[in-house]
């Protein structure tokens, strides 16, 4: 595609229920990104895959995130039991360089958890 | 402390004038460095990245990186009112599990027509 598309690109979910949000990266983009971007913050590093690997989920804030990237293209963070300091958008880049260089980022989706 | 600081300004400066947008990291053993301009309710784009030591121009464009002081800058030259935006510096720092990209919480430029 001519980008990263991301969806949905807004979510109101219900304190305690599971999210799955997608991202569909640039094609033949080896690296993607998951950021997750608090109101006033700069972006917060999630999770970084290299094709299907997960090198590193260090950011993940809590066991309830999970991501996955099954055939080295679409990814899809997953939120389980959702809390309210969920809240916030969230966003996935991919890039063309194995070492996450010269990244463009999606839409984002905005997550808002009631 | 964290990994990647910014003022957050806002910073304001006139049509015309150069804008001066400044970052400092912490990780000394960080190789790879980039501006991106974030537009109100959108997401980051990126504008440039430097990776030596000294000044990289791109057009109204320039950055600055000096190693030895942990320090990387952007300056904007002839600054328009399409300027006004938040500008967020990142580093790539490879711990050995991975890469991670710190970001800092962004700078928001107003340029006065």
């Known amino acids: 595609g001519a980008g990263v598309s991301q969806s949905p690109r807004y979510k109101v979910a219900k304190r305690g229920q599971d999210v799955a949000l997608r991202c569909d990266p640039i094609?033949?983009?080896?690296?993607l990104f998951w950021y997750q971007q608090a109101l006033g913050q700069g972006p917060e590093f999630l999770t970084y895959?290299?094709?299907?690997?997960?090198?590193?989920k260090s950011g993940l804030p809590s066991d309830r995130f999970f991501a996955e990237r099954p055939e080295g293209s679409v990814s899809t963070l997953k939120i389980q039991r959702t809390q309210q300091e969920d809240s916030a958008v969230y966003l996935c880049?991919?890039?063309?360089?194995?070492?996450?260089?010269?990244?463009?980022f999606g839409p984002g989706t905005r997550l808002l958890v009631l | 402390q964290k990994e990647v600081e910014q003022n957050s300004g806002p910073l304001s400066v006139p049509e015309g004038a150069i804008a001066s947008l400044n970052c400092t990291y912490s990780?000394?053993?960080?190789?790879?460095f980039f501006w991106y301009r974030q537009y109100s309710g959108k997401s980051p784009e990126l504008i440039m990245f430097?990776?030596?030591?000294g000044d990289k121009e791109d057009g109204r464009f320039t950055a600055q990186l000096n190693k030895a002081s942990q320090y990387v800058s952007l300056l904007i030259r002839d600054s328009q009112p399409s300027d006004s935006a938040t500008y967020l510096c990142?580093?790539?720092?490879?711990?050995?599990?991975?890469?991670?990209?710190?970001f800092g919480t962004g700078t928001s430029l107003t340029v006065i027509p």
């Open positions: 880049a991919s890039s063309l360089f194995l070492r996450g260089e010269t990244q463009y």
């Open positions: 094609s033949g983009h080896v690296s």
């Open positions: 895959f290299q094709n299907e690997a997960q090198l590193d």
């Open positions: 990780d000394r053993g960080s190789q790879s």
């Open positions: 430097i990776y030596s030591n």
């Open positions: 990142a580093v790539l720092s490879e711990p050995n599990t991975g890469n991670q990209f710190y």
